[in-house]
Structure formats: structure tokens, C-alpha cells
């Protein structure tokens, strides 16, 4: 039932990571931020990305829905905090804004690949 849920959350994510790539000049200028953590952010957005339609298409069970709120709550509440300074010419809101964006999606990567894709070693014995 829960399914969907993680595929359509992982291709919003995997159209975000598109998008930061396609508008990095824009993006750099306004927020900022260097070449490289736009980059990274959205390398890493598109990891989690995969890793979490991987994990709706095989499994796609509750364990692991609450990572994924609290991931998506803290990208929204770096979005308004890296605007906000972004907006008062601040480059620390590119920092956190991306910074934070790298950071949640590198964690729901590890989550989804060892926890929930990864090998299960107690069937080995």
C-alpha cells in the first residue's frame, strides 16, 4: 500500500536533482554558493533518489517512511532558511541550503542501501 509513495517521492526527487543541474548558473548566482556544491548536492540527490524507487519497486514497506518524512521536512526548512539569508545577500544560504541537501540525501542513500536494499547476512549461515 505504501508502495507508490516511495516511487513518486524518488522521481520528484530524481526531477529536483534534473532541475539543480539544468539551473546551476541560476541557482549558484542567486544563493551564492560554489560550483561544487551544487554539484555534489545534486549527485547525491540523485543517489537517494534511485536508491529510494529501488526500494518502493522491491519492498516498499512502513519501516523506513518515517527517514524519509523527516529527510523531506529538513530540505523544506533549509530551502526557507537558505532563501531567507540568500535573500539578505548572505552566501551562508547556499551553504546550508545545499550543505543540507547533500547531507539528508547522502543519509537516506545509506538508510535505503544497507538497511533496507542491503545484503541480508543472517541468511548465510
Given at each position: 500500500?505504501?508502495?507508490?509513495?516511495?516511487?513518486?517521492?524518488?522521481?520528484?526527487?530524481?526531477?529536483?536533482?534534473?532541475?539543480?543541474?539544468?539551473?546551476?548558473?541560476?541557482?549558484?548566482?542567486f544563493?551564492?554558493?560554489?560550483?561544487?556544491?551544487?554539484?555534489?548536492?545534486?549527485?547525491?540527490?540523485?543517489?537517494?533518489?534511485?536508491?529510494?524507487?529501488?526500494?518502493?519497486?522491491?519492498?516498499?514497506?512502513?519501516?523506513?517512511?518515517?527517514h524519509?518524512?523527516?529527510?523531506?521536512?529538513?530540505?523544506?526548512?533549509?530551502?526557507?532558511?537558505?532563501?531567507?539569508?540568500?535573500?539578505?545577500?548572505?552566501?551562508?544560504?547556499?551553504?546550508?541550503?545545499?550543505?543540507?541537501?547533500?547531507?539528508?540525501?547522502?543519509?537516506?542513500?545509506?538508510?535505503?542501501?544497507?538497511?533496507?536494499?542491503g545484503?541480508?547476512?543472517?541468511?548465510?549461515?
Amino acid at each position: 500500500m505504501i508502495k507508490p509513495v516511495y516511487v513518486v517521492d524518488g522521481i520528484v526527487k530524481l526531477l529536483a536533482a534534473v532541475a539543480l543541474l539544468v539551473f546551476m548558473p541560476g541557482l549558484r548566482d542567486f544563493f551564492l554558493a560554489p560550483t561544487w556544491i551544487v554539484i555534489t548536492a545534486a549527485v547525491l540527490l540523485f543517489l537517494s533518489s534511485a536508491t529510494e524507487i529501488s526500494y518502493g519497486v522491491s519492498k516498499g514497506a512502513r519501516t523506513y517512511f518515517l527517514h524519509v518524512m523527516l529527510a523531506d521536512s529538513a530540505v523544506i526548512v533549509a530551502v526557507f532558511v537558505g532563501i531567507i539569508l540568500a535573500a539578505a545577500e548572505n552566501p551562508a544560504g547556499g551553504y546550508i541550503l545545499f550543505g543540507v541537501l547533500a547531507l539528508v540525501s547522502l543519509a537516506i542513500a545509506i538508510v535505503f542501501t544497507t538497511g533496507a536494499n542491503g545484503p541480508d547476512f543472517a541468511d548465510e549461515a
